[in-house]
């Protein structure tokens, strides 16, 4: 697998409520989590943070068998854990009252792979094809779209944009939606915070990623793109492609 990574403060925020990570574990799946914290004051970074350690943590000590149901199961447990926890602590820390944070997360082999999502952060498959969605937003905007109340140009600038119906850690018990890629050689997983899907169009995205440049490079210029159309938000991005050979990696914030 080639893996590249970038995270962005943007042109506006101070902090950086962002938080992920992508690991290779010893049975040779790529592990990848974005997460897009809420809340006042510190409190979105830490509930970012927190779920990605926590679903990390989870799926590294999981015991489970590789079948797609099971990474899928282990998937929703992880964040179904990750939520609880956030939840107490917002319980027990008054200063972090209302944290919340989007999640996106994939496990993935050579042959396909287990996704899970809540919020609006996005998971694309690039490959043959071209580019295409395989996460919906859990946002108030994508269900006025899917009930026809609003079109998609309207959906780009509504003011409620980034009103999420469901985010993990704002309630005791949440919905964690899942799904399955299958992928070949040369195909690209692309994992990322609305940072960069609400200011990089689809269209953009395939143009990058079909550069004939390193991984890394197409993910720099993504955010470059974002950051010079406005970068009012935080930006994350994890890609993986689909190779032959793995190489090495490294992660973190920032």
Not at 135 to 163: F, M, W, Y
Not at 235 to 249: C, E, F, L, Q, Y
């Amino acid at each position: 697998m080639e893996i590249a990574m970038k995270s962005h403060v943007g042109c506006v925020r101070q902090v950086n409520g962002d938080f992920y990570a992508c690991t290779i574990d010893e049975r040779g799946r790529v592990l990848a989590v974005v997460a897009d914290g809420m809340g006042g004051h510190a409190a979105g970074d830490v509930a970012s943070r927190m779920a990605v350690e926590m679903i990390l943590e989870e799926l590294q000590n999981s015991k489970i068998g590789q079948t797609l149901e099971d990474e899928r199961e282990g998937l929703m447990n992880a964040l179904l854990r990750a939520n609880e926890e956030i939840y107490r602590y917002a319980e027990t820390h008054p200063e972090c009252d209302g944290m919340g944070t989007t999640v996106v997360a994939t496990i993935l082999t050579p042959s396909g792979g287990a996704t899970a999502h809540i919020g609006d952060s996005r998971l694309y498959l690039y490959g043959a094809a071209g580019l295409s969605q395989h996460t919906e937003d859990h946002s108030l905007v994508q269900e006025l779209l899917k009930t026809g109340q609003i079109t998609v140009q309207e959906a780009s600038h509504h003011p409620q944009r980034n009103v999420l119906m469901r985010a993990l850690g704002t309630e005791q018990n949440v919905r964690i939606d899942l799904g399955q890629i299958t992928w070949t050689a040369g195909d690209v997983v692309l994992l990322c915070s609305d940072g960069l899907s609400n200011k990089v169009p689809a269209d953009v995205i395939e143009t990058w990623l079909e550069k004939p440049l390193s991984l890394q490079e197409q993910i720099d210029g993504l955010v470059q793109y974002a950051l010079d159309s406005g970068g009012e938000d935080n930006i994350t991005v994890i890609a993986v492609r689909n190779m032959d050979k793995s190489v090495d990696v490294s992660g973190g914030e920032g």
